[in-house]
């Protein structure tokens, strides 16, 4: 195998294939990046058997040669050092070449590398999906609804399926919710798909590999393909192939948690809101729970605070557009309510609260589809 490439393309393709290779993996060929030349372009491919993603160079695109003098072949080099290797060669350009006894020879400028390859034969294969359970979305909405919901999954392993985004596939809307029992986070949109074509009601998709997944796919109107199968999601562009793991389990019936009126109703700008729950925050990060409270005031004031005794007070006033219904006093994580608002991109921000120990929902204004919610905290 041989071939001459652009340096800065080879960097960033095994950053995104990094990504799904590990140390701790059972399998130690795993621990290599496999590396295919063919005459269409360079295969980058990087597994840890939850993620495998496949990272395509083609050898000319719009006009543009990223990859010369391909003679084809295949190789898995070590993970450890190539991405750095390649990182610090000195000219745009990098050489790599194979020789019978899988050595690799890197050759950039005055610089030569050679490191010890393996079979590429030996690599596992990763599997094909024949599925017909397969839609289409533009990435820019993908990368919406990820950001909209993987905050909001469990980190704590107790309880597996919580890790996980799930999707739901009902009446013509794709529906993604994520929820550490604590809070929740959903995101819906309409999607035209003829309902014979797709069997999958709901699946559950690791959080980590959705966060992978955003930090690779472009922010771009292009589409991404993405395909079920019982135990595996495959995302597929042009040039990118990224299959997860989904999760087992049945994932718990959120509906019900979300409370169908409200006592107190808030309607506020987002941006006031999430910074003066910010700088309460400051003095509330020394309680475990990183909490505040949130008390309604006469003439449409909020007032926001944190009292920890061994650091100190403080008091935020927050001047809203809107409150109807009764007074309330409510505390809550100040984290998860920044998490919340964060991602709310609308100018005003809707807050329905059910009384002090229920949950309540924050909701953009003007769009029904996203919904966060908070349970509070218990404060005495």
Known sequence: MKFTIQRDLLIEKTQHIMKAISSRVTIPILTGIKIEASKDGIKLTGSDSDISIESFIPAEEDGVINVEEIEP?????????????????????????????????????????????????????????????????????????????????????????????????????????????????????????????????????????????????????????????????????????????LLDGNYPETS???????????????????????????????NKNNVVKLETKSSNQLEISSHTPEVGQVIEEVHTESIEGEDLKISFSAKYMIDALRVIESEYVKIDFTGAMRPFIIKPDNDEHILQLILPVRTF
């Open 256 to 286: 019900r948690l979300i409370p169908d009126q409200s006592k107190t109703t808030i309607l506020t700008k987002t941006k006031n809101l999430l910074q003066a729950i910010d700088r309460a925050s400051l003095l509330a990060k020394e």
């Open 73 to 245: 072949g295949s190789i898995v080099v070590q993970a450890k050092y190539f991405p750095d290797i390649i990182r610090k060669l000195p000219l745009k350009t990098v050489e790599i070449k194979t020789s019978e006894d899988f050595q690799v020879t890197i050759t950039s400028g005055g610089s030569e590398f050679h490191l010890n390859g393996q079979d590429a034969m030996e690599y596992p294969q990763l599997p094909v999906l024949h599925t017909d359970n397969s839609f289409e979305l533009s990435n820019d909405l993908l990368k919406e609804l990820i950001k909209q919901t993987v905050f909001a999954v469990s980190t704590v392993e107790t309880r597996p399926i919580l890790t996980g985004v799930n999707i739901q596939l009902e009446d013509n809307q794709l529906n993604f919710v994520a929820t550490d029992s604590h809070r929740l986070a959903s995101r819906k949109i309409p999607i035209q798909i003829e309902n014979d074509q797709l069997t999958f009601k709901n699946v559950v998709i690791p959080g980590k590999s959705l966060v992978e997944l955003n930090k690779i796919i472009d922010d771009n109107d292009e589409t991404i393909t993405i395909s079920v199968t019982e135990n595996q999601i495959l995302f597929q562009t042009k040039n990118l192939y990224f299959l997860s793991r």
